[in-house]
C-alpha cells in the first residue's frame, strides 16, 4: 500500500494486485491499521519525520533510510531498521516478515521510545527549559 499526496505516474503504475496506491487519505490510521510493516525510503528531506512517529506510536516496525533516522535517532536494528539500498530495503522486509520475533520487538521497541521521547510532557520541560536560559 502506498500512501500519500499526489503520487507521480511513476508511482501510479505501481498499482497492481499486490500494490495499492491510495493517494491521499482522510485517516492515515487507517492505512496504518491496515499495514504489518512501514517503510518510508526518504532520502531527501530535513526534519523530524512524523509518519515515522505516528507509525511507530501504533506500534508498526518500521524501516526508513539514514537520513530520516537522523531526526528520530532511533536505535538500529533495536527500534528501527535502516536500508540504504533497494536491496537493504527488501532483506529488512522479509526479515521481518520471516521472524515474527524481531517484528514483535521492533515493534515493541519503536513504540516505547516514541512514547518515551516524544510526549506531550517532555516535550514542554525542553521547551521550558529553553525559554529559561
Not at 500519500?4 to 499486490?18: A, C, F, I, R, Y
Not at 505516528?54 to 526508513?64: D, G, N, Y
Amino acid at each position: 500500500m502506498i500512501s500519500g499526496t499526489s503520487p507521480t505516474k511513476e508511482v501510479l503504475h505501481l498499482q497492481s494486485n499486490k500494490v495499492k496506491v491510495l493517494g491521499w487519505v482522510d485517516d492515515i490510521r487507517d492505512a496504518y491499521n491496515s499495514a504489518n510493516i512501514f517503510i518510508a525510503p526518504m532520502q531527501i528531506g530535513t526534519g523530524l519525520q512524523n509518519k515515522l512517529l505516528e507509525a511507530m506510536a501504533m506500534k508498526m516496525p518500521c524501516i526508513t533510510s539514514k537520513l530520516a533516522n537522523n531526526a528520530l535517532n532511533a536505535i538500529p536494528d533495536k527500534q528501527i531498521l535502516i536500508g540504504n539500498s533497494k536491496e537493504e530495503y527488501a532483506e529488512s522486509i522479509l526479515k521481518l516478515i520471516e521472524d515474527k520475533s524481531l517484528n514483535n520487538s521492533i515493534a515493541e521497541e519503536g513504540q516505547a521510545y516514541v512514547n518515551s521521547t516524544f510526549n506531550w510532557i517532555n516535550s514542554t520541560k525542553k521547551l521550558a527549559q529553553k525559554m529559561e536560559s
